[in-house]
Nanobody, 119 residues
Framework: QVQLVESGGGLVQPGGSLGLSCTASGKIFVIYTMGWYRQAPGKQRELVATLNNGGSTNYADSVKGRFTISRDNGKNTVHLQMNSLKPEDTAVYYC?????????????WGQGTQVNVSS
């Protein structure tokens, strides 16, 4: 059984910074791509950033230059550093990890963490 536990998030003023973390645990053989998605009220879930196990990153245009994704492979953890936050960044943020476990490969999702950007 694989579990993803997210931490971080909260309330921040526009222009501020927040960091999110997500740690995978359980019977994990290989972790491939790790990433973050978000869903604002009334909107579809969208990609924020991904980082594969080769070190390649992919960012949504809306966060390029402001957000940085990183991973600690020894701790099965992915981080998202969010700077220069804007009100439109307000959403529930979900980590997503592509994992080979129990002889099959599939995506796992975190429980979601709320980020509110407001003055």
């Amino acid at each position: 059984q694989v579990q993803l536990v997210e931490s971080g998030g909260g309330l921040v003023q526009p222009g501020g910074s927040l960091g999110l973390s997500c740690t995978a645990s359980g019977k994990i053989f290989v972790i491939y791509t790790m990433g973050w998605y978000r869903q604002a009220p009334g909107k579809q879930r969208e990609l924020v950033a991904t980082l594969n196990n080769g070190g390649s990153t992919n960012y949504a245009d809306s966060v390029k230059g402001r957000f940085t994704i990183s991973r600690d492979n020894g701790k099965n953890t992915v981080h998202l550093q969010m700077n220069s936050l804007k009100p439109e960044d307000t959403a529930v943020y979900y980590c997503n990890v592509d994992i080979y476990s129990d002889w099959r490969r599939r995506d796992y999702w975190g429980q979601g963490t709320q980020v509110n950007v407001s003055s």
